[in-house]
């Protein structure tokens, strides 16, 4: 029998219920992301976004057959712990700089009892040692900082200083360790800023990988695209043609509701599929 704490508002929660056991500390919330899976955030620090959710429904939707997954500058495992829900069969391996935001992201793989498959690194996503043991991988996400070095004021919280702002690196630094962990047939699978989607090509281009396919989000109606998912391959296994650069995604119509896609987008990943909170 289904327990009534699945249902909110008439719609079930899909997928395992989490063991649970860990409580948040003092100035951490514990927030529902996929299913009923959660994660420990910082209150008043780095949270997970739109972003990083779009990152880890379009990396399956690109990989939907993965073993061996790998998240770049994972921060507090979000996209890491989406792709790992979607794809139940999946080891997970993350690397991450921060200490705090690694922290959080094994409090958060325990939570959800899936601690035994996902491997939590701290370290430079840059040092080729730290998943030299473990490549190669079928699928390698990554949410690079976006912003240059002087070009954005740093956010107040220090732990969203470097998710934001190119501190250690750029998009060409994950590009780069892809490209080095990549299994053949394998896909790289990361969200870009559209205004600065030159540089991702261009990372891409320096690393021999090849874009195969590629989608703009637009966060409302009538409004330009502010981000872009890009999905690339090693070049050599790529045929020599052009990516498949699909429609945009719209999150919200003009009257700020949902859009029919994002509303089946969400059900993808375990949330409510119109305006209501996942809560």
Same mark, same amino acid.
């Given at each position: 029998?289904t327990?009534?704490?699945? #249902?909110?508002?008439?719609?079930r929660r899909?997928g395992?219920?989490?063991p649970?056991g860990?409580?948040?500390?003092?100035?951490?919330?514990? %927030?529902y992301? &996929?299913? %009923?899976?959660?994660i @420990?955030q910082y209150?008043?620090?780095?949270? +997970?976004s739109?972003d990083?959710?779009?990152?880890?429904? +379009?990396?399956?939707? &690109?990989?939907p057959r993965?073993?061996?997954?790998?998240?770049?500058?994972?921060?507090?495992?979000?996209v890491?712990?989406i792709?790992?829900?979607?794809l139940p069969g999946?080891?997970? @391996?993350t690397?991450e700089?921060?200490?705090i935001s690694?922290r959080?992201?094994?409090?958060?793989?325990q939570y959800?009892?899936?601690?035994?498959?996902?491997?939590?690194?701290?370290g430079?996503?840059?040092?080729?040692?730290i998943?030299?043991n473990?490549?190669?991988?079928?699928l390698?996400?990554?949410?690079?900082p976006?912003?240059?070095p002087?070009?954005a004021?740093h956010?107040?919280? =220090?732990?969203?200083? =470097?998710?934001r702002?190119?501190v250690r690196g750029?998009?060409?630094?994950y590009?780069?360790? !892809?490209?080095?962990?990549? !299994?053949?047939?394998?896909?790289?699978? #990361?969200?870009?800023?559209?205004?600065?989607? %030159?540089?991702?090509?261009e990372?891409l281009?320096?690393?021999d990988?090849a874009?195969?396919r590629?989608?703009?989000?637009?966060f409302k109606?009538?409004?330009?695209p502010?981000i872009?998912l890009f999905?690339?391959m090693h070049?050599?296994d790529?045929?020599p043609?052009? $990516?498949?650069?699909e $429609?945009p995604?719209?999150?919200?119509g003009a009257?700020?509701g949902v859009?029919e896609?994002y509303?089946?987008?969400?059900?993808?990943?375990?949330?409510p599929?119109? %305006?209501v909170?996942?809560?």
């Amino acid at each position: 029998m289904t327990s009534p704490a699945r #249902f909110y508002r008439g719609w079930r929660r899909p997928g395992p219920v989490p063991p649970g056991g860990v409580e948040p500390d003092e100035g951490e919330t514990l %927030d529902y992301i &996929c299913g %009923d899976f959660r994660i @420990f955030q910082y209150a008043n620090g780095h949270r +997970y976004s739109t972003d990083d959710v779009l990152t880890a429904w +379009y990396a399956t939707v &690109c990989a939907p057959r993965v073993d061996r997954a790998a998240d770049l500058g994972s921060g507090i495992g979000s996209v890491a712990l989406i792709v790992a829900w979607r794809l139940p069969g999946a080891r997970m @391996f993350t690397v991450e700089a921060q200490s705090i935001s690694a922290r959080l992201a094994r409090k958060t793989m325990q939570y959800n009892g899936i601690n035994e498959r996902v491997t939590i690194y701290e370290g430079d996503l840059r040092d080729g040692s730290i998943l030299a043991n473990d490549a190669p991988f079928d699928l390698v996400t990554g949410s690079p900082p976006y912003f240059p070095p002087g070009t954005a004021a740093h956010p107040a919280h =220090p732990q969203a200083v =470097p998710a934001r702002n190119e501190v250690r690196g750029s998009v060409a630094g994950y590009a780069a360790t !892809a490209a080095k962990i990549l !299994a053949p047939g394998g896909v790289f699978v #990361f969200v870009f800023p559209t205004l600065q989607a %030159d540089r991702a090509m261009e990372a891409l281009t320096a690393n021999d990988l090849a874009l195969l396919r590629r989608r703009d989000v637009v966060f409302k109606e009538g409004r330009e695209p502010l981000i872009s998912l890009f999905c690339a391959m090693h070049r050599d296994d790529f045929p020599p043609r052009a $990516p498949f650069i699909e $429609p945009p995604l719209t999150i919200r119509g003009a009257d700020g509701g949902v859009t029919e896609e994002y509303a089946a987008v969400r059900m993808s990943f375990g949330f409510p599929p119109g %305006d209501v909170a996942g809560e």
